[in-house]
């Protein structure tokens, strides 16, 4: 690859915390300098970067693969491709695949798969996420009998069920074995018995819509006990998917005690709520449900803030059957890692609820933090970079979608932004 000067195109550092346009010089894909203008090399080529945003790789702190176990819904491949489309570099991926990330021996052979997929498809994909993955906390991330953590630990980047663990018993003795690991450990607080049979948040439009309700008070009493257990053992601990307001509160409280917490919420939290529940639409059936305006509100300004540190896709593929169901009957979750940026970008930071910082930091560098990685700043050795043009536009549908399932509520309609390069 040529060296190349992509002249005056407007750089985002999350790290540094800068925006600015700036020239960059490109070697082999490689950031060299960041200058506000540089002269290109004799022999080099240039290249306008007007119109174009320049930042740091997307890091997705969990998601869901299909494959091993459900390729119809999502293989490796589909995945990665997906995952890259949408500007994410690096993806953890949870353990909740068939048979279960439990093991070792299950890690190494989807390793060894993911290596073959990359020597197979280079010519096809040369640029390739990196797959990182949590290890499962219970075996079949059943939540019954506690994996060999210690066994486990050195294969993965942290451990997490990515379902609810409601033994509060062993969820202590977890703590206490994980001490010692210094691993990352993430925790989704819901209680399955007080959501009961409800499939949307409790309120106003769950009523209107004739939607069982969700009550509040089923993220918001099993954080609260678990961030009473972290009084006790204060080992490090990522909370998924906070969807309320009062899940915020209680973490913004615990934050100002010390607490060693950090937490995500997802792209479509931020995006949308109940009122957007009218249509049915089944690929808007999540878990946690969509929250009220007032927490989608609670969770945008939480963002801003920092109370919540980052912004996860929990990408779910499904069949077109598992699906095309009533909402009531469709299994909870939807695809995102080609949508979540272009999305949040639009409706976020164009309508000035988040700047372009904020946005980045909670989709680049923050993830890696509540990983407990150290952020590399843009144009390092190891930094990787995506370019994005924020006005060009595109339908989704099955032929533009990289993923193999197309389970989102965007289907057929446009978006605004799209990633045009990853370095």
């Known amino acids: 690859m040529a060296i190349e000067v992509l002249q005056q195109v407007r750089v985002i550092d999350a790290v540094a915390g800068t925006d600015r346009t700036a020239d960059v010089l490109l070697d082999d894909g490689m950031i060299q300098a960041i200058e506000s203008q540089i002269t ?92 990182q993955f949590w290890g499962a906390l219970t075996l079949e991330t059943a939540g019954q009998q506690m994996v060999e953590l210690g066994d486990l630990a050195p294969h993965v980047v942290g451990f997490a069920d990515g379902k609810a663990i409601t033994n509060l018993a062993m969820l202590r003795r977890m703590l206490e074995y994980l001490q ?44 609260a006990a678990i961030l009473e257990l972290l009084q ?44 957007d529940l009218g249509t049915y639409n089944p690929n808007l059936r999540l878990s946690p449900p969509l929250g009220n305006p007032s927490d989608r509100h609670a969770l945008i300004q939480a963002v801003k803030s920092g109370v919540i540190d980052a912004i996860a896709v929990d990408h779910q593929a499904y069949t077109y059957e598992e699906k095309t169901v009533a909402f009531g ?31 980045w930091r909670a989709l680049s560098c923050q993830p890696l933090a509540c990983l407990g990685k150290a952020n590399s700043a843009l144009g390092t050795e190891t ?38 390069q990853v370095g």
């Not at 959501?195 to 819509?209: D, P, S, Y």
């Open 232 to 275: 006790e053992i204060p080992v490090p601990v990522h909370f998924m998917r906070i969807s309320t307001a009062r899940g915020v509160e209680l973490l913004q409280t615990a934050k100002a005690q010390g607490l060693p917490v950090t937490a995500s919420t997802t792209w479509l939290h931020l995006l949308l709520d109940t009122n």
């Open 40 to 131: 290109p090399p004799e022999g080099s080529q240039t290249r306008s970067g007007q119109g174009l945003i320049l930042g740091p790789g997307l890091v997705d702190l969990y998601s869901r693969s299909g494959e091993p176990g459900h390729e119809e819904r999502e293989t490796l491949d589909s995945f990665m491709a997906a995952a890259i489309a949408g500007g994410f570099t690096q993806v953890n991926v949870l353990p909740n695949t068939t048979p279960a990330i439990d093991n070792p021996a299950t890690i190494s052979w989807i390793r060894e798969q993911v290596q073959s997929r990359l020597l197979s498809s280079l010519s096809a994909m040369p640029t390739l996420p990196r797959l």
């Open 383 to 420: 930094s990787r970079w995506i370019l994005f043009q924020p006005d060009h536009t595109w339908a989704v549908n099955g032929q533009t979608l990289k993923s193999r399932s197309s389970n989102t509520h965007s289907l057929g309609q446009t978006i605004h932004g799209q990633i045009v």
């Open 180 to 223: 010692p690991l210094q691993k990352p450990l993430m925790l989704w607080a819901s209680d399955p018995s007080l959501a009961g049979h409800g499939i949307a948040r409790e309120g106003v439009n769950a009523l209107k819509f004739g939607l069982p309700g969700i009550a509040v008070m089923a993220e918001s009493a099993p954080l």
């Open 329 to 359: 009957e469709a299994p909870t979750g939807a695809i995102g890692l080609e949508l979540a940026f272009p999305t949040l970008w639009h409706h976020l930071v164009e309508a000035g609820q988040l700047t372009a910082v904020e946005l």
